[in-house]
């Protein structure tokens, strides 16, 4: 089982900046993707970003060039970097550990963001 935990977010005016952490722990040797969703209220949950095993990385268009997802092996840490910061990016972000094949993940509980214009 793996546990991730996620910190990092506030409130920020628009144009801002924010760091989001997630703490993987646990059979982190399981671990296919960390993945970062976000749900705004009203809204279904949505792949914001993810990396995998090898360091690649998937970006959703309406944030890419602002988002960077990056990740730290030694920390078992994986990083969301949001730059020019939007009202519509208010949401909770969570962070999910996903096992491949099927196998389902585990997600943290999330951290919310609030973007004031």
């Known amino acids: 089982q793996v546990q991730v935990v996620e910190s990092g977010g506030g409130l920020v005016q628009a144009g801002g900046s924010l760091r989001l952490s997630c703490v993987a722990s646990?059979?982190?040797?399981?671990?296919?993707?960390i993945d970062w969703y976000r749900q705004a209220p009203g809204l279904r949950r949505e792949l914001v970003a993810n990396?995998?095993?090898?360091?690649?990385?998937y970006v959703k268009d309406s944030v890419k060039g602002r988002f960077t997802i990056s990740r730290d092996t030694a920390k078992n840490t994986v990083y969301l970097q949001m730059n020019n910061l939007k009202p519509e990016d208010t949401a909770v972000y969570y962070c999910?550990?996903?096992?491949?094949?099927?196998?389902?993940?585990?997600w943290g509980q999330g951290t919310q963001v609030t973007v004031s214009s």
């Open positions: 999910h550990a996903d096992y491949g094949l099927g196998y389902g993940g585990s």
């Open positions: 990396i995998n095993t090898v360091g690649g990385t």
């Open positions: 646990g059979s982190t040797l399981n671990i296919n993707t």
